[in-house]
């Protein structure tokens, strides 16, 4: 049994039951025991590959993405440029070299990095050395200040949510308890909560309340609207509002059992990017999407930007570059290019953004 589960059967059995949310927030996020705060989760030796680790065009793009707006921001002397959850720093250094051939931009843009996990922190220093001076932050608010660019890959995936499931008596909160051998288990909690979903949803259907991922996204259109610049968020996830149940936890590259050893495995959930987008709406900024990652990517020049690269490449070369924007674009269910969105916030003054002049896409997941 995992230090952080032994924890979880302790607390339950003190407390009682623990809200998804709750359980989602130790496991990811215990100050000792949090799978978060204890590993480098990232790449082929941890539990998952993200889209920076797997190119360094993804990030090339998102830098020019970042320069575009800074453009149309009207070329601040001086801006914040945050990301939020930024891995091992990838990410922010191949966007800052991307960036170099813009006059201006790098001495302009303060890096500021939101990041809780002390191991991270040292990795990302390191990517960062002779690039930037970054400051790191423990919550988004602290880094938000006057004109700003934020980027977020795969963060709102990892942000705790509720979950309730109908019933014959309305919708009842779905717990982690423990079972009749003291072992962790999903429950309901004895009565119907105040929960408002949808009163026609058919039985055992499941709503998820995604809460935090909410104030994250109406905290950083609220300043962008209100103090200037935008925001891009990208994750995998829907581009509509539904039911179902979407957590999930990964270890070493494979699905495993959320409740099984918890602390030891990544717990993510799909995002409601239909909701994310009205957050935005509501707090006054302007949204641009949501899209899907291979639709952004290409057309902010994601095929071109490979092409160059194979022409000066060695032959060693070629296999992992083509296989890399395969795998960025690769569509169906499954695939980075259709499962993965992307969804911008601006102030409302900005022109449209790059990336998200396309046809409307079709409402689907």
């Not at 149940?245 to 990964?250: K, N």
Request: charged content about 20%; glycine content about 10%; aromatic content about 6%.
């Amino acid at each position: 049994m995992s230090a952080l589960k032994a924890e979880l059967v302790r607390l339950i059995a003190e407390e009682g039951p623990l809200p998804v949310s709750r359980f989602m927030a130790l496991c990811l996020g215990h100050p000792r025991y949090g799978y978060y705060m204890t590993r480098d989760p990232l790449g082929a030796a941890g539990d998952f590959t993200t889209a920076p680790e797997i190119s360094q065009m993804f990030g090339e793009m998102i830098g020019l993405w970042a320069a575009h707006l800074w453009q149309a921001m009207g070329q601040p002397s001086r801006f914040a440029l945050i990301e939020i959850g930024p891995g091992r720093g990838t990410l922010m250094a191949d966007m800052l070299r991307a960036t170099r051939i813009l006059p201006g931009f790098r001495e302009a843009a303060a890096v500021h990095l939101v990041e809780t996990s002390p191991v991270l922190r040292e990795i990302q220093a390191a990517a960062l050395a002779g690039k930037a001076e970054p400051v790191w932050h423990e919550r988004v608010e602290t880094a938000l200040y006057g004109p700003a660019i934020i980027v977020a890959n795969e963060l709102l995936d990892a942000l705790p949510l509720d979950q309730f499931v109908m019933t014959e008596q309305g919708w009842r909160e779905r717990l982690v308890g423990l079972d009749g051998q003291g072992r962790l288990a999903f429950g309901l909690a004895a009565t119907a909560s105040d929960e408002t979903g949808p009163a026609t949803a058919p039985p055992g259907a499941i709503l998820e309340q995604p809460l935090a991922a909410l104030s994250l996204v109406s905290g950083v259109a609220s300043h962008v609207a209100r103090q200037g610049g935008g925001a891009l968020f990208i994750d995998y996830g829907s581009l509509r509002s539904g039911f179902g149940d979407t957590l999930q936890a990964m270890r070493r590259h494979a699905f495993v059992d959320s409740l099984e050893e918890p602390g030891e495995a990544d717990l993510t959930v799909h995002v409601d990017f239909a909701r994310m987008a009205q957050a935005g709406l509501r707090a006054g900024a302007a949204t641009h999407g949501p899209v899907r990652q291979a639709d952004f990517l290409l057309a902010l020049g994601l095929a071109e930007r490979a092409q160059t690269l194979l022409a000066k490449a060695r032959p060693d070369q070629v296999q992992a570059i083509s296989a890399a924007f395969d795998r960025l674009t690769e569509r169906g269910a499954t695939g980075m290019g259709d499962l993965f969105k992307v969804l911008a916030l601006s102030h409302p003054d900005l022109p449209p953004l790059p990336g998200f002049d396309l046809h409307r896409l079709p409402e689907q997941g």
